[in-house]
């Protein structure tokens, strides 16, 4: 049965303040609730972002609250699976969106695909990928054309 806390935390209507007193709890399952729920504020998403827990920075990478230097430096992560949410994170900066597009690991690139400012350099550049799944993704998000074929890292 999920804590009180936990319960608390997943709730949209759980008032900011509240997330924010729950954001250091020693449990990372409520921790990782606090970075998804949308009511968290920035400065616990930031706080958030420095988790010793790898699942808590991935929630606060996907979280659309999350300030664009957190973005930025999530962006950096050693983890593929961070630096593929803050790609595909709408709040995430067209020009880090489109470096993650040249990220050697697919999965990444399968998140810049879906952003929804991508450069058109960057969508000619991924519409090439070898990976189809990193295409179908793009395919999916963006109109391209058979004449989309310029781009690269």
């Not at 399968?110 to 179908?136: N, S």
């Amino acid at each position: 049965m999920p804590s009180p806390a936990y319960e608390l935390a997943m709730c949209a209507d759980t008032e900011p303040a509240i997330l924010s007193a729950l954001a250091p709890s020693p449990d990372w399952h409520v921790r990782a609730q606090v970075a998804r729920n949308a009511s968290t504020l920035p400065e616990a998403l930031a706080w958030l972002a420095e988790d010793p827990e790898d699942l808590v920075r991935i929630t606060v990478a996907s979280n659309l609250q999350t300030p664009r230097p957190v973005l930025k430096r999530l962006a950096a992560s050693a983890d593929w699976r961070i630096r593929a949410e803050v790609a595909r994170n709408p709040q995430t900066a067209a020009w880090i969106a489109a470096r993650l597009a040249c990220d050697v690991v697919a999965g990444v690139r399968q998140g810049a695909a879906t952003h929804p400012r991508l450069p058109v350099d960057t969508i000619a550049m991924l519409a090439q990928d070898v990976d189809p799944f990193v295409r179908w993704a793009l395919a999916d998000c963006h109109e391209i054309s058979d004449t989309d074929t310029s781009g690269d890292c």
